[in-house]
């Protein structure tokens, strides 16, 4: 967050220049000449795959010679200015017209055989709906926080008639094609060797109290080695998701938040090793910075110090056993040692009700989990859960929009389409053109043919095209 970015305490007036010493103004920065800078509010360049629609402005054949001499003018060069457009989604009917042939003979005879093209292949037989416009909605429902009721009216504004029941009951077609892949990822997911969970409510509609909605849960898993995020529908807070994910033989690192059910879940499963975020510990001396003493701003200077080695080897693209090296060299267990030393003394000279005195205790309570990192053989746990925090953010996003999911089944439906999306961003490929590229092999797809269906695969067909020089699909 960058507002727990921690900033340099503002000059004493012991520090500033005597009156007869002259201060030094900071140097100017010297005027980038780029392109960003000409095209003003530091935009960047266009994407290199926008389609460009080229617009000749000429001057009249009359005002091609010398007004002063006629002379013919001659051509010097293209002058070329760039300008965005949007264009709003457009309508259109894709109107099948198949030419239906058959045998004379048949004919004669009162028999039809005829012969026609087949229709494209559709995720939905027997719909009024093409694959890439079924996309666009799911993607506008799921990751632009566009629920169906606004959609309906978008679609009416244009003069198209969508109900909203149509778009749920699509939608609910495709999560249940799209379920085996679903499962695909999180088989992927639970041979890795290391996790982040975390989990975020949801509203949903009570079956059994027409009206009024109760709390559920999205739990969610994370696995940077397979590039996968899992999220999984529960009713409760509670162990049930956890366990449920972890076999009673799971092995691996498993990196949360401090919430108290994850000790529980662990004492029942010891394969598993447990680390703590760094960003959860750091975020309460953050409130307590105000007023908290220097005390606060040294333990925040300390835990500054891990977030710039974890930086500076993620810029670098090091291995884990690299991370590993470099977090030795750095002397990553000193600093440690001196953010214990230095959190005790806050806790013993605070009041307990104060935010120092909650947020030392916080951290001390799970120092062992938030050491974890620090260890031998543990280049690849990860300092914070942020990046799973990311991934989460869109339910939120969708819990302000939409307010509530209609009914439990639904729940399961939301954890698909989060869980394609997250995992297409771990991947670094679009959601939407994923599922336009998924959509036509879905619909002849066969149980053998899923592991070719993920987002991970269309990266490697993205990669291979662009390896070729060829446009993204």
Same mark, same amino acid.
């Given at each position: 967050?960058?507002?727990? +970015? ?17 201060? +030094? ?22 994407? %290199? ?33 760039? +300008? ?17 042939? @058959? ?37 506008? +429902? ?8 606004? %959609?309906?009216?978008? /679609? ?54 027409? @009206? ?100 500076? /080897? ?48 916080? /951290? ?10 620090? %260890? ?98």
């Amino acid at each position: 967050s960058r507002s727990e +970015k921690l900033r340099r305490p503002e000059k004493e007036d012991d520090e500033k220049p005597e009156e007869n010493e002259t201060a +030094k103004a900071p140097p100017r920065k010297a005027k980038k000449d780029s392109a960003a800078h000409h095209q003003g509010g530091g935009r960047g360049a266009f994407p %290199q795959d926008l389609e460009v629609i080229r617009i000749v402005l000429d001057v009249p054949e009359s005002e091609k010679f010398c007004k002063e001499t006629g002379e013919p003018l001659v051509f010097l060069r293209n002058e070329i200015t760039r +300008k965005l457009k949007f264009i709003p989604g457009r309508w259109v009917c894709h109107e099948y017209v198949r030419p239906m042939y @058959g045998r004379r003979s048949d004919l004669m005879a009162g028999v039809m055989n005829p012969v026609m093209a087949s229709l494209p292949k559709q995720l939905i037989p027997g719909s009024d709906i093409e694959n890439g416009f079924l996309a666009h909605l799911i993607v506008s +429902k799921y990751l632009d926080y566009q629920p169906w009721y606004r %959609q309906e009216q978008i /679609a009416r504004r244009a003069g198209v008639e969508l109900s909203r029941r149509k778009l749920c009951r699509w939608s609910a077609e495709v999560a249940n094609l799209v379920a085996p892949i679903y499962l695909f990822l999180g088989a992927m997911i639970a041979k890795s060797l290391s996790w982040m969970a975390d989990e975020t409510f949801v509203n949903v509609l009570d079956p059994e109290r027409p @009206g009024k909605a109760r709390k559920a849960w999205l739990w969610v898993y994370l696995s940077l080695e397979a590039k996968v995020a899992v999220f999984d529908f529960n009713p409760s807070r509670n162990q049930d998701s956890p366990l449920k994910f972890f076999p009673p033989g799971a092995k691996g690192d498993l990196l949360t938040d401090g919430y108290s059910v994850y000790p529980a879940v662990l004492a029942k499963r010891p394969g598993l090793v447990h680390a703590c975020c760094w960003t959860h510990a750091r975020r309460g001396f953050d409130k307590a910075l105000q007023g908290g003493g220097q005390c606060v701003r040294d333990i925040l200077m300390g835990i500054q110090k891990l977030f710039a080695i974890d930086k500076e /080897a993620r810029k670098a693209g090091m291995s884990a056993t690299q991370r590993e090296t470099l977090r030795r060299e750095k002397g990553v267990q000193a600093i440690l040692d001196d953010l214990h030393k230095q959190m005790t003394a806050a806790k013993g000279s605070s009041l307990p009700q104060s935010r120092v005195h909650k947020a030392a205790d916080y /951290a001390l309570d799970r120092w062992k989990e938030l050491g974890v990192f620090a %260890q031998p053989g543990k280049g690849h746990v990860e300092l914070s859960t942020n990046i799973l925090e990311n991934n989460i953010r869109p339910v939120a996003l969708g819990r302000r929009n939409c307010l509530f999911i209609g009914h439990p089944k639904a729940g399961k439906k939301s954890a698909i389409f989060y869980s394609i999306f997250a995992t297409c961003k771990l991947c670094g490929v679009c959601p939407e053109k994923y599922l336009h590229w998924l959509f036509p092999k879905l619909a002849g797809a066969t149980n053998q043919m899923y592991a070719t269906l993920l987002p991970h695969a269309y990266a490697a067909e993205l990669k291979a095209a662009a390896d070729k020089g060829e446009p993204d699909g």
